[in-house]
Nanobody, 121 residues
Framework: QVQLVESGGGLVQPGGSLRLSCAASGIIFSIDAMGWYRQAPGKQRELVAGITSFGSPSYADSVKGRFTISRDDAKNTVYLQMNSLKPEDTAVYYC???????????????WGQGTQVTVSS
């Protein structure tokens, strides 16, 4: 079993910055892709940014140039640096990882519990 614990959310003024972290723990052999999703009230959950096991990032058009995703495989952690935040970035942010617990195990999908990001003056 793998658990994901997120941190770093909070209240920030427009134009401000936040850094989200998500650390995986448990029985982990390897982690494949990692990503951050968000869900605003009344809206569907959407992919914000993803990063492959090779470190190749991808971003939603709405956050390109403002958000940066990175990973530290030694710590089983994924980060999301969010700059130039806008009120429309307000949402609950969830991390997601594909991980296997043993060499021959299939990759299972895991989610964090979510962290609230509120951008408001």
């Amino acid at each position: 079993q793998v658990q994901l614990v997120e941190s770093g959310g909070g209240l920030v003024q427009p134009g401000g910055s936040l850094r989200l972290s998500c650390a995986a723990s448990g029985i982990i052999f390897s982690i494949d892709a990692m990503g951050w999703y968000r869900q605003a009230p009344g809206k569907q959950r959407e992919l914000v940014a993803g990063i492959t096991s090779f470190g190749s990032p991808s971003y939603a058009d709405s956050v390109k140039g403002r958000f940066t995703i990175s990973r530290d495989d030694a710590k089983n952690t994924v980060y999301l640096q969010m700059n130039s935040l806008k009120p429309e970035d307000t949402a609950v942010y969830y991390c997601n990882m594909g991980a296997r617990s043993r060499r021959q195990s299939p990759i299972y999908n895991y989610w964090g519990q979510g962290t609230q990001v509120t951008v408001s003056s």
